[in-house]
């Protein structure tokens, strides 16, 4: 049962999220409607969903313009995400416990160094990537976005991985070397497992980074054959073509917000077990 003293908390956070509440209201009635008054949905029709058939979206205005196929850019968009989460959750989880356990020359300017890199905003970097993309060959291609998003990602999930580390016991990876296991196997069999709620954060951390992405994507991305859903939607919404379908636009963002929705459904708990600070790096 709520306690009294908990009502005016409840009815302030309750203010602050009705507008969210009504957007994603209309968003939904627009997608399965011909219009929308206020935010009642208006001559109910699945015809902006009809695209789920054959994924091909009929540029509006037009007879033989298509959109980009929508299954190749979820397939796309799937691709960024997955590659950026797991390799995020390697690099990461290897920086992190080489970090954590061993004390060397530099290691603490590297961990502020770190600090600093993730602090610059990423589209400052936008013209020196593109020269470098440029000359790996690396431009207009997914594998090029994925590396600059692997890279500018990587020090908020070190320091993410290294507190989770710093948080096991020497004694307890001790005390597998004493009974016999190898540096990789204390690592692998008694020390991973106890940091696999910082393994999750990293790895949806990674997952909604890839998944959302847009400015590297428009930027560094000219096929239309890689573009993923941040781009369909951007053309969706801005009209690139002169005409905007309200209908399909929302259906389209709806079916772009189902896995970030079932990722936090799933994820919440791992995400509200984040610790950073760890024991510092003296």
Partial sequence: MVSRKHLPWIAFMALLTLPIVLLYTLLFAQSVSEEVVGILPVN??????????????????????????????????????????????????????????????????FLALALVLHSFPGITLLIALFYILNVMGLYDTLLGVIIIKVALDM?????????????ISWDMEMSALVDGCSRLQAWWKVVMPNVRNGLMTVLIFGFLSGWSEFIYVLTFISSQDYWT????????????????????????????MIPVILFFLFAQQYLLRIQIAGKGVA
């Fill in 44 to 109: 109910l029709t699945l015809s902006n969903w009809e695209f789920l058939k054959d994924g091909n979206i009929r540029v509006p205005g037009t007879t033989t313009q298509y959109y980009p196929n929508v299954y190749a850019v979820t397939l796309n968009t799937l691709a960024l995400a997955l590659t950026v989460a797991f390799l995020e959750l390697i690099f990461s989880s290897l920086a992190g416990y080489a970090i954590s356990r061993y004390k060397f020359r530099g290691r603490s300017a």
């Fill in 155 to 167: 020090p908020l999930d070190i320091w993410i991985m290294k507190g989770f580390f710093d948080g």
């Fill in 229 to 256: 859903f941040s781009m369909l939607v951007y053309a969706l919404t801005t009209g690139e073509y002169s005409y905007i379908n309200p209908g399909v636009t929302s259906a389209v963002a709806i079916i772009y």
